[in-house]
């Protein structure tokens, strides 16, 4: 059909790694909760507590460090907050989830509201610029170097702290022996108390390192393209993180994949918007990170199931 | 025996748990570089008794003598330290991590956060040289036979240089070769000045390592001997010979037609390994039929299969001569089938719900409770309520949640459910597990009316006096076997004991 | 990491839920100190923003019962917290957490608001009824996907749910932009249902419906349904003992997909009844996340229908207090948002959870 050059070129694959990195990130916090045996609902939340105090500290300190810590620390925040009534109080970790969930959004619109008199959205008149990687201009019509100009330029710094947040989650996950030591944990949490380890403690570890990661998650959709907090701006995207997760075997670089199939699929939804001459209605297209999710997920499970019975 | 002090002494041990005395006032001494067997039924206390030792559990009254000084084992890590080390039955270990991994979790070698592979695999490598204990270092443990897990987990308790290792049951999940090669593995530990204690059920293989038995019964110890010294007669007798304490009295029995009848049946438990493998008998009408044997040796597989939650890999079930094998659970009630599981409250019962609902469960339809699928409160409470008289359940009321009543009455309803509807077979598994003498008691007599009633009694139990008082035909499982088939009232405790042990079979050439 | 140890498998799904309906439907207390501590935490918000508490909290706790206009629109918040809370009631007593009731609900809105406009030749109750059964379908048929998934391949349902939660609302929105859209109104919403079908108001000049009506009765055609026919008793016993309801020969995949449909069919005849009272027609945000707000009421109304029904309306009046309250004082509305939050957080939390791990440590038997 007419109009699929458009979408399909390297424009495609700047808002393939846009899209991807807040997913990417919510999956790799949820990696390390998952390998210690906790199925993180909360992720959405904290995100979105990320991405409100992204803002507003931004926009009060107009700083770029003190935003970013803002969003990471506020993050940590609630995830101490699940840590502590999941794994201290013993609290149901779904119900528990949910509860943090709704409570981010009630803290961030109550803030809006409070803060910004305006129960939608704040969108600061000026905020300070965050990193951007930027390329030279006439790599963009060079042949490989333009590819790398469409995918790379512009991208924030969060972008690429994700990409090494990857590697860094490898090699803390099992070259390291704290590594070891969560994935024990959610795998034969006995055997780690007999060795002399408290399980406990390592999984509340996990749950804060989760907590940065939605930090970051959170302060890149807020900053990466328009400055500003709109209510619920997550939109799911922290449970797409969690499925990408899932998708991706709980391992970093499964989820990196994983995250890039549902980045994919954002990235396509966004640029069709803009593209007339293919005709798709915008709304349709906005559902099929979902549903390609829900596919995979589905997918994922029955491979388990065969895998299990096998 | 010599007079040097024993490695370790246990005066006056006692453990209680609730109202259970697990251990009562034991003695027990092992001599240092002995191998010692600490045997007994299910429910002895011998494993309570080690996990003493071993710091998991403390003791309510008693002392330990470690080399004649007194100690206080508060936790593995100092059990581990005054170099006591126990492999349980249930291995804790981590799937995915390597052997090696395994071994030193929580002590991995380098000072710094990153993992030294190399060293922690040389370390272990060096472990299991020392040990003659062959294993693969780098081997995932997942991928690991049971034997060679098993030899991770002595490696893994002998790096904390232990003098003294406690075995649980460690022959239950080996094979016959892996068995051998424990037994060699085990008297090169004492070769090395090590001593161990191990828990077992089957004498027949730990006459072939142990220097001296313990046997204990009921949470007493009741004697210590050197192997030569007993024949396997006393040693069953030791075990298993107790005061009966009653002996319900049943009338002659009049079998009658063949009613439940298993044909070369098969399976596995739910992680893959052999449970059942080719069994057969029948059950007839007016008759109690008491499968005995060791928890552990595929009963209650045996029972999963009959009743329809598990499927089998081989064989057949008839019911009254209708094929039941393919069929579902609710198609086997139909067919005249009702269980009491094992877990009443696993299975048994819905806690939360309450007795009328837990009652009339199956019974809906055939009660005629419900009309259209609309259940009739005024029916179902008057049902319940002369099922509640008629079994003597105490303290119930239809309204009230099942879980609110005692262990004895709950076991009531779960009767009362399967009974209301005059099954041709009863499956009864384990039903006076966790009850006292009373409910027992009561639970028997329900047994025998059944029988006198027609019914065919199919009974699984762990619980040899329960076997011997009720059956009238007794069959021993051992290994997912039928080793032995006899008349109840030819049986006796010490007889049946070594077949459960393992010590004798009726079909001895069998292939494992 | 292994498979094995993601709590998805059957036991432990069984275990998850029989844990946390225990923990939930614990101490009667536990509702009331949850709600007495997340007041007090707002209390604490209150005095952090600089305002007067007393005179916040009067309007929040009492603002909905000075005037009938007020208690009016309180019983009109109050309507879609009843079906939303019904309908996460209904799944969680058969094993599943239903969140996607705000979904359920958009498609049961949207698919009744088109059969309100399409079939006008109807009489009006008839039209009505047709309309609740239109929205009941397609809200029960949506959660039942998430029922198969979990049934089939053990898709976790909290997941699955929110995902398809997600799909709903664009696929309305969809429908709404493109097919279905009144080119007449001024933003994206459906034409108008016919008058025939538009729910009277029974306290007049709030907001309060006939809706209201239709969703006690519902309330009371639900505790009929879970606990006065087989099929109910079927369903509770897959959701607090799986195991037990195998033993007795139930069909628990089956039971599950039936569960979350009318789970799904309750949530879809609350949009009805919100189409059909509020704005008389479909339109996108016709809903301010009553799906997790229902969830908060039927958590803590103890997950059994009367209880759900009281603390709809608890609920309800919190959210008016909070609207009154904005009004009134210069506290934000979105402090019950918070509440929310803190209550479904804390809803669960063990009272001493030291001695439960003490408990489980020392007890185990030979």
């Given at each position: 059909m007419s109009g699929l050059p458009q979408l399909v070129n390297a424009d495609l694959l700047g808002a393939l790694l846009l899209y991807t990195t807040p997913i990417l990130l919510a999956a790799i916090g949820c990696v390390f909760t998952q390998q210690a045996n906790i199925l993180n609902i909360a992720m959405e939340g904290m995100m979105l507590t990320a991405a409100f105090f992204a803002i507003a500290v931004g926009a009060a300190t107009q700083s770029v460090p003190l935003a970013l810590a803002g969003a990471i620390l506020s993050a940590m925040l609630m995830s101490a907050i699940f840590a502590y009534v999941v794994l201290v109080l013993g609290a149901d970790v779904f119900v528990a989830g949910i509860g943090i969930n709704l409570l981010a959004d009630g803290v961030t619109v109550f803030l809006l509201e409070r803060l910004y008199k305006n129960e939608g959205s704040f969108t600061p008149d000026t905020f300070p610029t965050l990193w951007r990687l930027t390329l030279p201009a006439d790599w963009a019509n060079q042949p490989v170097l333009g590819l790398l100009y469409h995918m790379l330029n512009g991208q924030t710094v969060i972008v690429f702290t994700a990409l090494i947040l990857v590697v860094v989650s490898h090699i803390v996950l099992y070259r390291t022996k704290i590594g070891v030591h969560i994935r024990a944990t959610g795998e034969n949490p006995e055997a780690v108390e007999a060795a002399g380890l408290n399980p406990t403690t390592l999984k509340i570890i996990t749950v804060m390192i989760s907590g940065a990661c939605a930090g970051l998650g959170g302060a890149q959709l807020a900053m990466a393209t328009l400055n500003q907090f709109v209510r619920e701006m997550t939109n799911g995207v922290g449970f797409i993180g969690l499925s990408a997760e899932i998708f991706g075997n709980a391992t970093p670089f499964g989820t990196l994949i994983a995250s890039a199939v549902f980045g994919l699929a954002n990235a396509v939804a966004d640029r069709v918007q803009v593209i007339p001459a293919l005709n798709v209605s915008p709304d349709l297209v906005l559902m099929l990170p979902y549903v390609v999710t829900l596919i995979a997920l589905t997918f994922a499970m029955i491979q388990r199931r065969r895998g299990r019975i096998a | 025996m010599t007079t040097t002090t024993p490695l370790i002494e246990l005066k006056g041990i006692t453990k209680r748990f609730g109202n259970l005395v697990a251990d009562d006032h034991v003695d027990l001494s092992v001599a240092e570089g002995e191998i010692q067997a600490l045997v007994g039924e299910n429910g002895a206390g011998k494993t309570t008794l080690m996990n003493i030792v071993f710091g998991l559990l403390h003791p309510d009254e008693g002392e330990i003598l470690l080399r004649g000084k007194p100690v206080t084992i508060r936790s593995p890590l100092a059990a581990a330290r005054l170099g006591i080390g126990m492999v349980h039955q249930h291995f804790k270990l981590v799937p995915s991590l390597t052997a090696a991994e395994n071994i030193f979790l929580g002590r991995e070698p380098g000072k710094g956060i990153m993992v030294q592979g190399a060293d922690t695999v040389r370390m272990a490598a060096e472990l299991a040289e020392r040990y003659q204990l062959e294993i693969d270092p780098r081997a995932r443990v997942r991928f690991l036979s049971v034997g060679q897990q098993q030899r991770v987990e002595i490696l893994k308790a002998l790096s904390y240089d232990a003098h003294l290792l406690i075995l649980d049951e460690p022959t239950a999940v080996l094979t016959p070769q892996e068995t051998e090669e424990l037994f060699h593995v085990v008297r090169e530990l004492r070769a090395r000045g090590k001593t161990v204690i191990f828990i077992t059920h089957k004498l027949n293989e730990v006459r072939a390592v142990a220097d001296r038995f313990s046997v204990m019964r009921d949470g007493k110890l009741v004697a210590t001997v050197a192997t030569g010294e007993a024949t396997e007669a006393d040693i069953a007798r030791m075990m298993v010979g107790r005061d009966v304490l009653f002996r319900v009295t049943k009338p002659e029995g009049t079998p009658g037609r063949t009613v439940l009848q298993v044909h070369g049946l098969s399976g596995l438990r739910v992680d893959g390994t052999p449970a059942v493998r080719d069994v057969s008998f029948e059950v007839h009408a007016g008759e109690i039929v008491g499968i005995a044997g060791v928890e552990g040796n595929g009963q209650s597989e045996l029972a999963e299969f009959i009743c329809g939650?598990?499927?089998?890999?081989?064989?057949?079930?008839?019911?009254?001569?209708?094929?039941?094998?393919?069929?579902?659970?609710?198609?086997?009630?139909?067919?005249?089938?009702?269980?009491?599981?094992?877990?009443?409250?696993?299975?048994?019962?819905?806690?939360?719900?309450?007795?009328?609902?837990?009652?009339?469960?199956?019974?809906?339809?055939?009660?005629?409770?419900?009309?259209?699928?609309?259940?009739?409160?005024?029916?179902?409470?008057?049902?319940?309520?002369?099922?509640?008289?008629?079994?003597?359940?105490?303290?119930?009321?239809?309204?009230?949640?099942?879980?609110?009543?005692?262990?004895?009455?709950?076991?009531?309803?779960?009767?009362?459910?399967?009974?209301?509807?005059?099954?041709?077979?009863?499956?009864?598994?384990?039903?006076?597990?966790?009850?006292?003498?009373?409910?027992?008691?009561?639970?028997?007599?329900?047994?025998?009316?059944?029988?006198?009633?027609?019914?065919?009694?199919?009974?699984?139990?762990?619980?040899?006096?329960?076997?011997?008082?009720?059956?009238?035909?007794?069959?021993?499982?051992?290994?997912?076997?039928?080793?032995?088939?006899?008349?109840?009232?030819?049986?006796?405790?010490?007889?049946?004991?070594?077949?459960?042990?393992?010590?004798?079979?009726?079909?001895?050439?069998?292939?494992? | 990491m292994t498979r094995d140890s993601i709590p998805l498998d059957e036991e432990n799904t069984a275990a998850r839920f029989s844990g946390a309906l225990r923990s939930v439907g614990n101490a009667v207390l536990q509702p009331i100190m949850t709600i007495v501590f997340a007041l007090l935490i707002g209390v604490l918000v209150v005095v952090a923003i600089g305002q007067d508490p007393i005179a916040a909290y009067h309007a929040f706790l009492f603002g909905s019962f000075d005037n009938a206009l007020d208690f009016g629109n309180l019983l009109a918040k109050a309507t879609p917290l009843i079906t939303t809370g019904i309908c996460v009631m209904i799944a969680f007593r058969g094993g599943a957490f239903n969140i996607g009731g705000e979904g359920q609900m958009y498609l049961g809105a949207f698919w009744g608001a088109v059969a309100g406009f399409t079939f006008v030749s109807l009489p009006g109750p008839l039209l009505i009824v047709v309309i609740i059964l239109v929205a009941a379908v397609a809200g029960g048929l949506w959660a039942a996907i998430a029922g198969i998934l979990k049934a089939l391949w053990e898709v976790d349902e909290v997941v699955s749910t929110l995902l398809l939660n997600y799909v709903a609302m664009l696929l309305t929105q969809y429908l709404v932009d493109n097919q279905f859209k009144d080119v007449t109104a001024g933003a994206p919403m459906t034409t108008y249902v016919a008058n025939q079908a538009w729910l009277p108001q029974i306290l007049p000049p709030s907001a309060v419906t006939v809706g209201l009506l239709i969703a006690l009765a519902v309330a009371i055609g639900t505790w009929f349904l879970m606990f006065r026919t087989v099929w109910g008793a079927r369903v509770r016993a897959v959701g607090t003992n799986r195991r037990f309801a195998q033993a007795m020969g139930i069909d628990v995949r089956r039971v599950l997909i039936q569960t979350m449909f009318i789970s799904g069919a309750v949530a879809g005849i609350g949009g009805a009844i919100e189409v059909m009272g509020v704005e008389h027609r479909f339109y996108q945000s016709f809903s301010p996340g009553f799906g997790f707000l229902g969830l908060t009421a039927a958590l803590l109304g103890r997950l059994n229908p009367w209880g759900t029904l009281a603390m709809a309306f608890v609920y309800a009046a919190l959210l008016n207090g909070a609207a009154i309250m904005q009004i009134q004082t210069p506290v934000p509305n979105p402090l019950v948002n918070i509440l929310s939050g803190i209550i479904v957080v804390l809803m669960t939390a063990q009272a001493r959870p030291s001695i439960a791990r003490f408990l489980r440590r020392k007890g185990a038997a030979a």
């Amino acid at each position: 059909m007419s109009g699929l050059p458009q979408l399909v070129n390297a424009d495609l694959l700047g808002a393939l790694l846009l899209y991807t990195t807040p997913i990417l990130l919510a999956a790799i916090g949820c990696v390390f909760t998952q390998q210690a045996n906790i199925l993180n609902i909360a992720m959405e939340g904290m995100m979105l507590t990320a991405a409100f105090f992204a803002i507003a500290v931004g926009a009060a300190t107009q700083s770029v460090p003190l935003a970013l810590a803002g969003a990471i620390l506020s993050a940590m925040l609630m995830s101490a907050i699940f840590a502590y009534v999941v794994l201290v109080l013993g609290a149901d970790v779904f119900v528990a989830g949910i509860g943090i969930n709704l409570l981010a959004d009630g803290v961030t619109v109550f803030l809006l509201e409070r803060l910004y008199k305006n129960e939608g959205s704040f969108t600061p008149d000026t905020f300070p610029t965050l990193w951007r990687l930027t390329l030279p201009a006439d790599w963009a019509n060079q042949p490989v170097l333009g590819l790398l100009y469409h995918m790379l330029n512009g991208q924030t710094v969060i972008v690429f702290t994700a990409l090494i947040l990857v590697v860094v989650s490898h090699i803390v996950l099992y070259r390291t022996k704290i590594g070891v030591h969560i994935r024990a944990t959610g795998e034969n949490p006995e055997a780690v108390e007999a060795a002399g380890l408290n399980p406990t403690t390592l999984k509340i570890i996990t749950v804060m390192i989760s907590g940065a990661c939605a930090g970051l998650g959170g302060a890149q959709l807020a900053m990466a393209t328009l400055n500003q907090f709109v209510r619920e701006m997550t939109n799911g995207v922290g449970f797409i993180g969690l499925s990408a997760e899932i998708f991706g075997n709980a391992t970093p670089f499964g989820t990196l994949i994983a995250s890039a199939v549902f980045g994919l699929a954002n990235a396509v939804a966004d640029r069709v918007q803009v593209i007339p001459a293919l005709n798709v209605s915008p709304d349709l297209v906005l559902m099929l990170p979902y549903v390609v999710t829900l596919i995979a997920l589905t997918f994922a499970m029955i491979q388990r199931r065969r895998g299990r019975i096998a | 025996m010599t007079t040097t002090t024993p490695l370790i002494e246990l005066k006056g041990i006692t453990k209680r748990f609730g109202n259970l005395v697990a251990d009562d006032h034991v003695d027990l001494s092992v001599a240092e570089g002995e191998i010692q067997a600490l045997v007994g039924e299910n429910g002895a206390g011998k494993t309570t008794l080690m996990n003493i030792v071993f710091g998991l559990l403390h003791p309510d009254e008693g002392e330990i003598l470690l080399r004649g000084k007194p100690v206080t084992i508060r936790s593995p890590l100092a059990a581990a330290r005054l170099g006591i080390g126990m492999v349980h039955q249930h291995f804790k270990l981590v799937p995915s991590l390597t052997a090696a991994e395994n071994i030193f979790l929580g002590r991995e070698p380098g000072k710094g956060i990153m993992v030294q592979g190399a060293d922690t695999v040389r370390m272990a490598a060096e472990l299991a040289e020392r040990y003659q204990l062959e294993i693969d270092p780098r081997a995932r443990v997942r991928f690991l036979s049971v034997g060679q897990q098993q030899r991770v987990e002595i490696l893994k308790a002998l790096s904390y240089d232990a003098h003294l290792l406690i075995l649980d049951e460690p022959t239950a999940v080996l094979t016959p070769q892996e068995t051998e090669e424990l037994f060699h593995v085990v008297r090169e530990l004492r070769a090395r000045g090590k001593t161990v204690i191990f828990i077992t059920h089957k004498l027949n293989e730990v006459r072939a390592v142990a220097d001296r038995f313990s046997v204990m019964r009921d949470g007493k110890l009741v004697a210590t001997v050197a192997t030569g010294e007993a024949t396997e007669a006393d040693i069953a007798r030791m075990m298993v010979g107790r005061d009966v304490l009653f002996r319900v009295t049943k009338p002659e029995g009049t079998p009658g037609r063949t009613v439940l009848q298993v044909h070369g049946l098969s399976g596995l438990r739910v992680d893959g390994t052999p449970a059942v493998r080719d069994v057969s008998f029948e059950v007839h009408a007016g008759e109690i039929v008491g499968i005995a044997g060791v928890e552990g040796n595929g009963q209650s597989e045996l029972a999963e299969f009959i009743c329809g939650l598990r499927p089998p890999t081989e064989g057949r079930i008839d019911i009254d001569g209708v094929d039941v094998t393919r069929q579902s659970v609710v198609e086997r009630r139909s067919a005249g089938l009702a269980f009491v599981a094992e877990d009443r409250m696993d299975r048994g019962v819905s806690p939360s719900m309450s007795i009328a609902e837990n009652l009339a469960a199956p019974h809906y339809r055939r009660a005629g409770l419900a009309t259209r699928g609309i259940v009739s409160p005024g029916r179902l409470r008057r049902w319940a309520r002369s099922l509640i008289r008629q079994f003597d359940i105490r303290n119930a009321q239809p309204a009230t949640p099942a879980q609110s009543l005692s262990g004895g009455n709950i076991q009531k309803v779960v009767l009362a459910r399967e009974l209301t509807s005059e099954p041709k077979v009863l499956l009864a598994a384990q039903p006076s597990r966790g009850l006292d003498v009373g409910a027992t008691e009561s639970v028997h007599r329900t047994l025998i009316e059944q029988r006198s009633e027609g019914r065919a009694v199919l009974l699984v139990s762990s619980e040899l006096s329960e076997i011997l008082s009720l059956s009238d035909r007794i069959l021993v499982m051992y290994r997912g076997r039928v080793v032995h088939e006899t008349a109840g009232r030819d049986a006796t405790d010490e007889g049946l004991g070594l077949y459960m042990m393992g010590l004798k079979s009726d079909h001895p050439g069998e292939s494992r | 990491m292994t498979r094995d140890s993601i709590p998805l498998d059957e036991e432990n799904t069984a275990a998850r839920f029989s844990g946390a309906l225990r923990s939930v439907g614990n101490a009667v207390l536990q509702p009331i100190m949850t709600i007495v501590f997340a007041l007090l935490i707002g209390v604490l918000v209150v005095v952090a923003i600089g305002q007067d508490p007393i005179a916040a909290y009067h309007a929040f706790l009492f603002g909905s019962f000075d005037n009938a206009l007020d208690f009016g629109n309180l019983l009109a918040k109050a309507t879609p917290l009843i079906t939303t809370g019904i309908c996460v009631m209904i799944a969680f007593r058969g094993g599943a957490f239903n969140i996607g009731g705000e979904g359920q609900m958009y498609l049961g809105a949207f698919w009744g608001a088109v059969a309100g406009f399409t079939f006008v030749s109807l009489p009006g109750p008839l039209l009505i009824v047709v309309i609740i059964l239109v929205a009941a379908v397609a809200g029960g048929l949506w959660a039942a996907i998430a029922g198969i998934l979990k049934a089939l391949w053990e898709v976790d349902e909290v997941v699955s749910t929110l995902l398809l939660n997600y799909v709903a609302m664009l696929l309305t929105q969809y429908l709404v932009d493109n097919q279905f859209k009144d080119v007449t109104a001024g933003a994206p919403m459906t034409t108008y249902v016919a008058n025939q079908a538009w729910l009277p108001q029974i306290l007049p000049p709030s907001a309060v419906t006939v809706g209201l009506l239709i969703a006690l009765a519902v309330a009371i055609g639900t505790w009929f349904l879970m606990f006065r026919t087989v099929w109910g008793a079927r369903v509770r016993a897959v959701g607090t003992n799986r195991r037990f309801a195998q033993a007795m020969g139930i069909d628990v995949r089956r039971v599950l997909i039936q569960t979350m449909f009318i789970s799904g069919a309750v949530a879809g005849i609350g949009g009805a009844i919100e189409v059909m009272g509020v704005e008389h027609r479909f339109y996108q945000s016709f809903s301010p996340g009553f799906g997790f707000l229902g969830l908060t009421a039927a958590l803590l109304g103890r997950l059994n229908p009367w209880g759900t029904l009281a603390m709809a309306f608890v609920y309800a009046a919190l959210l008016n207090g909070a609207a009154i309250m904005q009004i009134q004082t210069p506290v934000p509305n979105p402090l019950v948002n918070i509440l929310s939050g803190i209550i479904v957080v804390l809803m669960t939390a063990q009272a001493r959870p030291s001695i439960a791990r003490f408990l489980r440590r020392k007890g185990a038997a030979a």
